[in-house]
């Protein structure tokens, strides 16, 4: 049977890499697959993996119809066996909606990916539904980890290396951006309860308050 797979983890934990891996396994076997996403680090239109991959994809808008889409693509003679929708966290709780009805009215298998949780740790409106939808949520066995070396939980979003915890909910970055920059980090919730990044927790080990004091 058709199924709407949830597959989510943290930041930087390979969700756009398997995505590109199953277009790419069930494209070599001659199947058609129809690629969303939204707000993707590489640009509009854009599905990519920080390993370098990219392939092309529908970018999402606001209120748009993704069952329409299919319907239609369907209508005018083109064939889809499966759809990816990769960024799933930033689609609206209804789109989410319109992807399952894609499985139960057309019987084509959706294959979602996205993360969980915000900067904040709660829950994306789209990951939400997802949850709520799904008929599997697969959690990525690639684990991401804190810069203490333990499985990271959590997504911080920092300024200048600086975690904050307030602002719009969707801001694009990505883990590789320039100290300066608004980026994202991957944390274990006892540093994401402390607010203690990479930047600060060197910091932190550089202060003179914490360096041996000398008995010369």
Known sequence: MPELVFFSGTMDCGKSTL???????????????????????????????RLGLVTDAVEVGDGQDLYAHVVDHLSQGGRVDYVIADEAQFLAPDQIDQLARVVDDLDVDVYAFGITTDFRSKLFPGSQ?????????????????CWCGARATHNARTVGGVMVVEGAQVVVGDVAQSPDEIGYE??????????TTAATARAAALSPDVLPVSSA
Do not use: Y
């Open 19 to 49: 995505a590109l891996q199953i277009e790419h396994n069930r494209s070599a076997r001659g199947l058609a697959g129809m690629i969303f996403t939204r707000d993707d680090r590489a640009g509009e239109g854009k599905l990519s993996s």
């Open 129 to 145: 539904r997802l949850v709520e939808l799904a008929d599997r949520v697969e959690v990525l066995q690639v684990e991401a980890l």
């Open 186 to 195: 991957v944390l274990c919730r006892r540093h994401h309860r402390r607010r």
